[in-house]
């Protein structure tokens, strides 16, 4: 792994939390456990597998990769990612990075999702659907948004193409916040044959 045992172990994990979407706990519950949003709304999304929380180690790497252009830590954060699954998630048919619209693509030059799945693909062996979803409508940035204006923020942005070979998917992604888009992304997901929909990311917030 390309990081050394030391910064390693001072990534905080995201140990407590929800099943359904990762969200942290403040306390230690016995698990697996609801919290009280996924409890009164499920999400459209089965479980979440978000093994590190978003503090300053991991927001260090992922704002190094995207803002940065530092693209050697995909590697590193597709390494961190797959040894975290290794043995703790069931495996998917197959992955599907979070697509970026064509616009911020051409700003950014890269999809820091494919790039990090790139590297988890190869490392557990679950085949890329690179085909299988895109970003109809560029929305703006997530980041500064109340969480009902994120879920607002994403309606219709996503389009998904048939899923007659995959029945079990998960999307890959950086880092969750609210939730939101992934959820909009894995109700595209079903309605276009997914039966079951994951969600891989580095970190949660």
Not at 11 to 33: D, K, W
Not at 73 to 99: F, S, V
Request: with cysteine; glycine share 4%.
């Amino acid at each position: 792994m390309d990081l050394c045992l030391a910064c390693y172990q001072d990534l905080h994990r995201n140990l407590a939390c929800c099943y359904r979407c990762a969200e942290p706990f403040e306390t230690a519950l016995p698990s697996p456990q609801l919290c009280g949003r996924c409890l009164s709304k499920a999400p459209a999304f089965e479980e979440t597998h978000a093994p590190f929380l978003y503090d300053a180690g991991m927001r260090y790497l992922i704002g190094q990769l995207k803002f940065g252009h530092r693209q050697r830590n995909a590697r590193l954060l597709g390494q961190l990612l797959a040894h975290e699954l290794q043995g703790n998630a069931e495996r998917p048919q197959c992955l599907i990075p979070m697509p970026l619209h064509r616009q911020r693509y051409v700003e950014r030059g890269f999809n820091q999702s494919l790039e990090i799945a790139r590297h988890v693909s190869r490392i557990l062996a679950v085949p890329l659907a690179l085909n299988a979803c895109s970003r109809i409508r560029d929305t703006p940035h997530q980041a500064n948004l109340p969480a009902r204006q994120r879920r607002k923020n994403m309606t219709r942005a996503f389009a998904a193409s048939a899923l007659p070979d995959y029945r079990h998917v998960a999307i890959l992604d950086d880092v969750m916040t609210t939730g939101s888009t992934v959820n909009a992304l894995a109700m595209a997901l079903r309605k276009a044959g997914a039966e079951r929909v994951d969600v891989w990311v580095c970190a949660r917030a």
